[in-house]
């Protein structure tokens, strides 16, 4: 099993051009999660979905958009990128809640985007 | 606002003494508590997951939950210099799709 994917690793970015983070998993989980880490600030919840066609908004949800056409796909679209958005994205899957409570998350490797 | 607590660090200890990292959350009503390692410039890796108060031992490391002081911690023992890492506390603080609040992680120094 690959896990969680994402790709690209590294991309920079001008202000005002978009792009689309992608992030497959291959492990069957119907939860799926998009975070954002700045320096000293922890991981922001950015949307996250519970299934294919279901999507919905987290914390810091304000200038991206996201899609859930399958259960391994869950790409995030940034659309007139700003330089505050530079930051570390990870996207993260879950199998959800077993008897006990949450499983925890499996994390992709993480996409660095710079906005310049 | 929901939120996670966790000191920054760095917590230097030397190799071989016990880490001791601690995380407070806000919301009573948490019902799974985690945490994940994460190595710079890596991703975050799940290391243990508690859900009930007491501790949880899982070879060098143990999980302590308290509810009532609303307050869970990480122990690591004969810490390595591999150790050093930021260790990110995460709660999940009900609400749909399992979703997961994180601290900022604290920064450990294990020295020679």
């Known amino acids: 099993n690959a896990g969680v994917t994402q790709t690209p690793k590294f991309r920079i970015l001008k202000i005002g051009q978009s792009m689309t983070l992608q992030c497959t998993q291959d492990m069957n989980h119907n939860y799926m999660y998009w975070y954002r880490q700045d320096p000293g600030m922890g991981l922001k919840l950015i949307y996250y979905s519970v299934g294919a066609g279901i999507t919905d908004k987290g914390e810091v949800p304000n200038g991206y958009n996201v899609s859930r056409s399958t259960t391994e796909d869950f790409p995030l679209r940034l659309e007139l990128a700003a330089p505050s958005q530079t930051s570390v994205y990870f996207c993260?899957?879950?199998?959800?809640?077993?008897?006990?409570?949450?499983?925890?998350?499996?994390f992709g490797s993480g996409t660095r985007l710079t906005v310049v | 606002q929901k939120e996670v607590e966790q000191n920054s660090g760095p917590l230097s200890v030397p190799e071989g003494a016990i880490a001791s990292l601690n995380c407070t959350y806000s919301?009573?009503?948490?019902?799974?508590f985690f945490w994940y390692r994460q190595y710079s410039g890596k991703s975050p890796e799940l290391i243990m997951s508690?859900?009930?108060?007491g501790d949880k031992e899982d070879g060098r490391f143990t999980a302590q939950l308290n509810k009532a002081s609303q307050y869970v911690s990480l122990l690591i023992r004969d810490s390595q210099p591999s150790d050093s890492a930021t260790y990110l506390c995460?709660?999940?603080?009900?609400?749909?799709?399992?979703?997961?609040?994180f601290g900022t992680g604290t920064r450990l120094q294990v020295t020679l």
């Open positions: 993260a899957s879950s199998p959800g809640t077993g008897s006990r409570g949450n499983y925890g998350y499996t």
């Open positions: 919301d009573r009503g948490s019902q799974s």
């Open positions: 508690i859900y009930s108060n």
């Open positions: 995460a709660v999940n603080m009900g609400g749909t799709a399992s979703k997961l609040t």
